[in-house]
T-cell receptor
Framework: QQPVQSPQAVILREGEDAVINCSSS?????VHWYRQKHGEAPVFLMI?????EQKGHDKISASFNEKKQQSSLYLTASQLSYSGTYFC???????????FGAGTTVTVRA | EAGVAQSPRYKIIEKRQSVAFWCNPI?????LYWYQQILGQGPKLLIQ????????DSQLPKDRFSAERLKGVDSTLKIQPAKLEDSAVYLC????????????FGDGTRLSIL
């Protein structure tokens, strides 16, 4: 079952922060985050496992809230290179197969 | 390390024709995935291989799509006959194993059906 991402799109100035949410109607075992630039392959950012851990990758971090069946991706002090479409992939059956959301398009402007 | 290689990058065919895509995963990666990504949507899993065996093909339209992974390395995905709704980017990904490992994607094949 496909997770729901919000917002669909966000426009930022360099240095601003943003939050992308990924919500599931089912309990989550893991959440994977990827970023895809136009015409390129999705690039892995991080995996969060059941247990509420928070992970970081440079100034991009994420949290996993089991109760809310949700993960959030935090873009802090955004850089031009953060532009792209962010996808969350969720495992709801603990079978390591991912269903991806429709994506959130982030545009960072100078 | 070399990434996931896919070819061709682009393909244009007419409906009812057949087409094949090729994928070479990262060396040593046991798990290989084929995804379909329609414009404006996230990737949708078509088939997953563990070595040369199929783990999941529940979302593969088996009346027209087929895939194989010979010797547990390279893989091909075929569509025959193609329909207009098959226009999409076909992404191949690989991972070390099938348990919570990062998936590494290739650049994909953009398929246009006329």
């Amino acid at each position: 079952q496909q997770p729901v991402q919000s917002p669909q799109a966000v426009i930022l100035r360099e240095g601003e922060d943003a939050v992308i949410n990924c919500s599931s109607s089912k309990a989550l075992y893991s959440v994977h985050w990827y970023r895809q630039k136009h015409g390129e392959a999705p690039v892995f950012l991080m995996i969060l496992l059941k247990g509420g851990e928070q992970k970081g990758h440079d100034k991009i971090s994420a949290s996993f809230n089991e109760k809310k069946q949700q993960s959030s991706l935090y873009l802090t002090a955004s850089q031009l290179s953060y532009s792209g479409t962010y996808f969350c992939g969720t495992d709801i059956l603990n079978d390591y197969k991912l269903s991806f959301g429709a994506g959130t398009t982030v545009t960072v402007r100078a | 390390e070399a990434g996931v290689a896919q070819s061709p990058r682009y393909k244009i065919i007419e409906k009812r024709q057949s087409v094949a895509f090729w994928c070479n995963p990262i060396s040593g990666h046991a798990t290989l995935y084929w995804y379909q990504q329609i414009l404006g949507q996230g990737p949708k899993l078509l088939i997953q291989f563990q070595n040369n065996g199929v783990v999941d093909d529940s979302q593969l339209p088996k009346d027209r799509f087929s895939a194989e992974r010979l010797k547990g390395v390279d893989s091909t995905l075929k569509i025959q006959p193609a329909k207009l709704e098959d226009s999409a980017v076909y992404l191949c990904a690989s991972s070390l194993s099938d348990s919570n490992q990062p998936q590494h994607f290739g650049d994909g094949t953009r398929l246009s059906i006329l």
